[in-house]
């Protein structure tokens, strides 16, 4: 059974550019949630998407949105991108909106030069 | 904001030794998450602690909950090389529609033969 999976796996990016990052969850799973982890740091929430809806934003800026599909994978975009948004982005998959357990993707770097 | 720290940030251990990591969170929450990360890969979820008092072990990890003290360990017995990595512990803050996790800064755990 396949896990999270996410694409590209390494990102090379320049200032101002737009960015798609992909994630399919795993089958059977409902919810995503996309989490930024800057070098050094905890993962950092970004969105959480449930059946197709925004179920919580953090804080972060308008540059960041997200959506999902109706087979479940989702996908990140960031507009504008700004050297500090260079980070590990994971996504997480699980079956419901309001779970104990979350599975983690292998991630995607991203590299804004 | 819900916060979570983790103390040490780093650590540097002899193998054989036994060493906890404390997590500590700013708000209640019955549920407490350890992950572990090891370099450029994503999180591999350790534990699920889901109630004040609960204990769980597997090989020489050993975590727990007091949630009246809003602190989570995680005990390391007897290290080996191998537990080389970086652990996080994780709250999750349960809203009207979802939840997100909150991450502590991570424990960089270095095991010296």
């Known amino acids: 059974d396949a896990g999270v999976t996410q694409s590209p796996t390494h990102l090379i990016k320049t200032r101002g550019q737009h960015v798609t990052l992909r994630c399919s969850p795993i089958s059977g799973h409902k919810s995503v949630s996309w989490y930024q982890q800057v070098l050094g740091q905890g993962p950092q929430f970004i969105f959480q998407y449930y059946e197709k809806e925004e179920r919580g934003r953090g804080n972060f800026p308008d540059r960041f949105s997200a959506r999902q599909f109706p087979n479940y994978s989702s996908e990140l975009n960031v507009n504008a991108l700004l050297l500090g948004d260079s980070a590990l982005y994971l996504c997480?998959?699980?079956?419901?909106?309001?779970?104990?357990?979350?599975?983690f993707g292998q991630g995607t770097r991203l590299t804004v030069v | 904001e819900l916060k979570v720290e983790q103390n040490p940030l780093f650590l540097s251990m002899q193998e054989g030794k036994n060493y906890t990591i404390y997590c500590n969170y700013s708000?209640?929450?019955?549920?407490l998450y350890w992950y572990r990360q090891d370099p450029g890969k994503s999180l591999e979820s350790l534990f699920v602690l889901l109630s004040n008092g609960a204990v769980k072990q597997e090989g020489r990890l050993m975590a727990s909950l007091d949630t009246k003290a809003r602190l989570s360990t995680l005990h390391i017995t007897a290290a080996v090389h191998d537990l080389s990595a970086t652990y996080f512990c994780?709250?999750?803050?349960?809203?009207?529609?979802?939840?997100?996790?909150?991450f502590g800064t991570g424990t960089s755990l270095t095991v010296i033969p």
């Open positions: 708000t209640t929450s019955d549920r």
């Open positions: 994780a709250v999750d803050s349960i809203g009207n529609t979802g939840n997100q996790f909150y």
């Open positions: 997480a998959s699980s079956w419901g909106a309001t779970v104990t357990e979350a599975f």
